[in-house]
C-alpha cells in the first residue's frame, strides 16, 4: 500500500505530447517550487527521514521539459537542493533544445528510494537521503546536488563490469549512442557550464550516470 500511495503521489512525471522534431517541438517549460505537501508526504521516511543533512524546506521540486527517446516531449520531476535548482534548469533546457533523449525522471520514491530500483527502469533522479555504498558517508544526492542521468545508457563501471544486465552493452563506451554521457557531448557540457562534474572524468571506477556540484 505504501508503494501505492507514493506511486500515486508522483504520477503526473509524464505528460506526454505529440513527437516532435526541432522544429515542431513546443517550447520549453519548467517551474521550480518548494515541496508540494503531497510529496513531501511522499518523500517523508522514504527518500528522506530525520536525521538527513538536508531539512525538507531546503529542497526544491523542479519540473522540465524533456524529450524520450522516442522523441514525444514529456514533463519531468527532480528534487534537488534550492541552491542547484536554476543550474538544473538551465541545464536541461540546453538538453531539450539540443534534444537529447532521456528515458523518464521521477523522483525516486516512485521505486521506493531503491537506487537499484530506479536504475533498473533508466530513472534520471536527483534526491535521495542515502550513504554511499559500502560506507557510512553521506552521497551527494544526499544533499540534493547530484543527478544520474539515464543511468542504464550510463553505468556504474568498476573493473570494466556493471551489476546491471541491460547496461552491460554501455560499457564500451563508444561509438557515442543515444543518451549516453560522452566527453565533449551535450550532456556533459552541459552541466560544466554550471560547474558541475562528471563521474566519467573519475580515475579508477568510472560512474557515467553521476554529475555533482561538488565532484564527488
Not at 535548482?85 to 540546453?94: K, N, W
Not at 527502469?121 to 554511499?132: E, I, L
Amino acid at each position: 500500500m505504501r508503494t501505492l500511495a507514493v506511486t500515486a503521489a508522483v504520477a503526473a512525471v509524464t505528460l506526454t505530447a505529440a513527437t516532435s522534431s526541432p522544429a515542431t517541438r513546443p517550447p520549453f517549460a519548467s517551474t521550480v517550487s518548494p515541496l508540494p505537501p503531497a510529496v513531501a508526504r511522499a518523500m517523508t521516511g522514504v527518500s528522506w527521514r530525520p536525521g538527513c543533512p538536508v531539512p525538507l524546506r531546503d529542497l526544491r521540486l523542479v519540473q522540465v521539459s524533456h524529450v524520450g527517446f522516442d522523441g514525444r516531449v514529456r514533463r519531468g520531476r527532480l528534487v534537488v537542493h534550492r541552491d542547484a535548482a536554476r543550474d538544473i534548469v538551465r541545464v536541461f533546457r540546453r538538453l531539450y533544445r539540443a534534444g537529447f533523449p532521456i528515458r523518464r525522471m521521477r523522483p525516486v520514491d516512485a521505486y521506493d528510494a531503491s537506487d537499484f530500483r530506479s536504475i533498473e527502469a533508466d530513472n534520471t533522479s536527483a534526491f535521495n537521503c542515502r550513504f554511499v555504498e559500502g560506507t557510512r558517508r553521506w552521497s551527494e544526492h544526499a544533499y540534493g546536488r547530484a543527478i544520474d542521468v539515464n543511468p542504464i545508457e550510463n553505468p556504474y563501471v568498476a573493473n570494466g563490469r556493471t551489476s546491471h544486465r541491460a547496461s552491460v552493452r554501455y560499457v564500451r563506451r563508444t561509438p557515442c549512442r543515444p543518451g549516453m554521457a560522452c566527453p565533449g557531448n551535450v550532456l556533459v557540457r552541459a552541466f560544466r557550464e554550471v560547474g558541475w562534474t562528471w563521474g566519467g572524468d573519475w580515475r579508477g571506477v568510472k560512474d557515467y550516470q553521476h554529475f555533482s556540484a561538488s565532484g564527488r
